[in-house]
């Protein structure tokens, strides 16, 4: 084997350390089987990538060096159309007197995180249809889950969005200008047209419309709620709704979207108020469980209501008191003001009459300033 030289070991790193980089921005250890492949093309070359260089047909070597441009350009625009950026032909009118439906756009994939394909192995230049031969232009396997990279930039106002054309998750292959479910909203309207007056029904056909959806009903709450009772309850409700809603249910089709959409709303709204119960019991029971609860409640409350009291008295007086809640007898405060032993008792007798007047209901205050 030849010795690789300091070039292609240079090489390799860069190449491999560059590979690591997008694997780590995408998030996919599977890429790392590709590794050893990097590696044989720089430095050990056990497989013969060039095999058709020495050939001794210059036809063959004048064909594969067209088949290895190829190959080359499709799996170079496969990556730079996924992760890096893919022209796209405006389908709609959104954007007219800006852009006009017919234009081309270069869609930047980086700034806001490129989407990784479902099927990965598809035919680059191709969206979802192979030209002429009208067949799908992937494979279905293998099928990944929806995931998203990371970008380098944010959405900001103004910034121009390319979504999903036909809208939605599936295309009708022979109809792709329409989205999936305004197909199957159109071919629902055309097998019940008809008209429900849900007032010309007997109690009998009322009933029957019950049973029909009562036990569907039920369980798609109980799947929701996991509380069979809760779920039944819900579908009352709802029934009795369907009855105040009667005039706008125009068919069959509409009847079963307009109960299936109630009970999932009915359900949500019930799981929301159950989870904001259920944060406030915690809450509380958190607070009950604090030692002295109730008490330093009620002692904060009676001290906030003593003390507006305390500062509406005179000055003299509201001085004397505030000095004696920080400990003080009557001689060390008479020595703060600068006044008699006799003055500090008046202005305190006087202080405690006024606070008693006021505070007559609270008498804790006795205890609290300990007069």
């Not at 629902?188 to 047209?193: E, I, K």
């Not at 799947?223 to 819900?234: G, P, S």
């Not at 305190?348 to 008693?356: D, F, G, N, P, S």
Request: net charge positive.
């Amino acid at each position: 084997m030849r010795q690789a030289t300091r070039t292609q070991w240079i090489k390799c790193t860069i190449a491999i350390l560059l590979y690591l980089a997008f694997l780590i921005w995408v998030r996919s250890w599977w890429g790392l089987i590709v590794v050893p492949f990097i590696f044989d093309i720089y430095i050990t070359k056990k497989i013969p990538w060039s095999f058709w260089k020495k050939s001794k047909n210059p036809t063959v070597r004048n064909v594969m060096s067209w088949v290895d441009a190829i190959v080359f350009a499709l799996v170079a625009v496969y990556f730079v159309n996924i992760y890096i950026f893919q022209n796209y032909q405006i389908p709609s009118s959104s954007l007219e007197k800006s852009l006009l439906v017919g234009d081309f756009l270069y869609v930047s994939k980086m700034s806001y995180g490129p989407r990784v394909p479902n099927t990965p192995l598809s035919m680059p230049l191709a969206q979802h249809t192979l030209p002429i031969l009208n067949t799908k232009s992937y494979i279905e396997w293998p099928q990944w889950k929806y995931k998203r990279v990371p970008g380098f930039g944010k959405v900001k106002l103004n910034d121009i969005v390319v979504f999903n054309f036909p809208a939605g998750d599936t295309v009708a292959l022979n109809n792709q200008q329409t989205d999936f479910y305004s197909i199957a909203y159109g071919e629902g309207q055309r097998l019940y047209p008809k008209q429900i007056e849900m007032d010309s029904l007997t109690r009998q056909q009322q009933r029957a419309v019950y049973d029909l959806y009562y036990n569907a009903l039920c369980l798609f709450g109980l799947r929701m709620l996991k509380e069979e009772e809760v779920a039944e309850d819900i579908v009352q409700d709802v029934f009795v709704n369907l009855w105040k809603a009667r005039e706008a249910i125009e068919s069959t089709l509409h009847l079963k979207m307009y109960l299936y959409q109630s009970m999932r709303h009915r359900c949500l709204n019930y799981i929301r108020v159950k989870k904001l119960e259920e944060d406030y019991r915690m809450e509380y029971a958190l607070l009950e469980s604090e030692e002295g609860f109730g008490d330093a409640v009620v002692e904060e409350e009676v001290h906030r209501v003593v003390m507006e009291e305390i500062d509406s008295l005179p000055h003299e007086q509201r001085r004397v008191i505030l000095l004696h809640l920080e400990g003080k007898n009557n001689i060390e405060i008479a020595e703060v003001m600068k006044v008699s032993v006799n003055t500090v008792k008046t202005h305190k007798a006087r202080a405690r009459q006024q606070l008693k007047a006021k505070l007559q209901n609270l008498f804790v205050m006795i205890f609290i300033l300990g007069l």
